[in-house]
């Protein structure tokens, strides 16, 4: 069945670094392809998303590109803040069948350091 | 804010009890999502429902129902409760299903299940 896999944290970083948290994804069609974030004690937030190949999603400062190529979809940002401390899960849905549900990944506990 | 509201915001209750979880969708969305989000599965689909009607399963127990009422608000039933269902239930929602795939749920804060 579709999955996805995103690498495991947590990632500690300092203020101003370069971030990025790869994910890669199995899916039988066209998925949609989504990042979404959980700050402490908060639910889920989207961050930002892509629907067909080579689609990039931004936003705040977010970026990522839908590879279907490579079945990868990594989250990139070019200086992280103290406030992107967060959970970044990433997911997909349109697996073809009757329902949009989303399929997360294990979720990537980011920290960063003033 | 989302615009999707769920109650209670945390719930401790005790094993082979009953519990009822609500879930108000945003204001014209159709499709309502349940996960469970716990240590051990991460984060995993429920039920859905679209307009009263359920949609589709996926890692749900027998024990946890789920319906949508008229006014489209959805209420998760989860009994006999064990240990193991200790867990945040997330509630999502969608304007509705689009062809293609795309979908974006908006998530609710979700409710903190304790099971002592």
């Known amino acids: 069945g579709n999955s996805v896999t995103q690498m495991e944290g947590p990632v500690t970083l300092s203020e101003e670094a370069f971030l990025t948290i790869n994910c890669t994804y199995t899916a039988t069609g066209y998925p949609s392809l989504f990042w979404y974030v959980q700050y402490p004690g908060e639910g889920l937030q989207l961050l930002l998303k892509?629907?067909?190949?080579?689609d990039k999603g931004s936003n705040k400062g977010f970026e990522a590109t839908y590879r279907k190529e490579t079945t990868s979809f990594h989250l990139e940002k070019g200086s992280v803040q103290v406030s992107d401390s967060a959970v970044y899960f990433c997911a997909l849905s349109g697996d073809g069948g009757a329902t949009n549900k989303l399929i997360f990944g294990t979720g990537t506990l980011l920290a960063v350091q003033p | 804010d989302s615009g999707v509201t769920q109650t209670p915001k945390h719930l401790i209750t005790a094993t082979g009890q009953r519990v009822t979880l609500r879930c108000s969708p945003r204001?014209?969305?159709?499709?309502v999502y349940w996960y469970q989000q716990s240590l051990d599965q991460g984060l995993q689909f429920l039920i859905q429902y679209y307009n009263g009607e359920e949609r589709a399963k996926g890692n749900i127990l027998e024990r946890f129902s789920a319906q949508q009422f008229p006014d489209l608000h959805s209420e998760l039933n989860l009994s006999s409760l064990e240990l193991g269902d200790s867990a945040l239930y997330f509630c999502?929602?969608?304007?509705?299903?689009?062809?293609?795939?795309?979908?974006?749920?908006?998530f609710g804060p979700g409710t903190r299940l304790t099971v002592l």
């Open positions: 999502a929602s969608s304007v509705r299903q689009l062809a293609g795939g795309y979908n974006e749920q908006f």
């Open positions: 204001s014209g969305d159709l499709s």
């Open positions: 892509a629907t067909k190949a080579d």
